[in-house]
């Protein structure tokens, strides 16, 4: 099992950037499929990036995000990351981190995913 701890969330104010990072402990994770996802007040998990654990890793992203946002990962240190640029109020919400299997078939759905970090706060000003 693979323990996860997410941190760079901060107040920014909008079209600025941010960069979560989120590090894994107990086991490496170059052999897990790794996702991000947020969850704002009163709405559901929302699924935002993945980059898989085969090849030269594969990313998806959600639409809201696409072109702003890039998921990266760095092996030799456990640690994965979002790099979040021209933010958005509508991007406020708790993000979260995530692990899964090697190979994932539904990679926007959060019930994939076996291993959950706490949480970091974004909140971005109008």
């Known amino acids: 099992q693979v323990q996860l701890e997410e941190s760079g969330g901060e107040l920014v104010q909008a079209g600025g950037s941010l960069r979560l990072s989120c590090t894994a402990s107990?086991?490496?994770?170059?052999?897990?499929?790794m996702g991000w996802f947020r969850q704002a007040p009163g709405k559901e998990r929302e699924f935002v990036a993945t980059i898989t654990a085969w090849g030269g890793g594969s990313t998806l992203y959600s639409d809201s995000v696409k072109g702003r946002f890039t998921i990266s990962k760095d092996n030799t240190s456990n640690t994965v990351y979002l790099q979040m640029n021209s933010l958005k109020p509508e991007d406020t919400a708790v993000y979260y981190c995530a692990a899964g299997g090697r190979i994932i078939t539904w990679k926007r759905n959060p019930r994939s995913y076996d291993s959950w970090g706490q949480g970091t706060q974004v909140t971005v000003s109008s």
């Open positions: 107990g086991r490496a994770f170059s052999g897990y499929t």
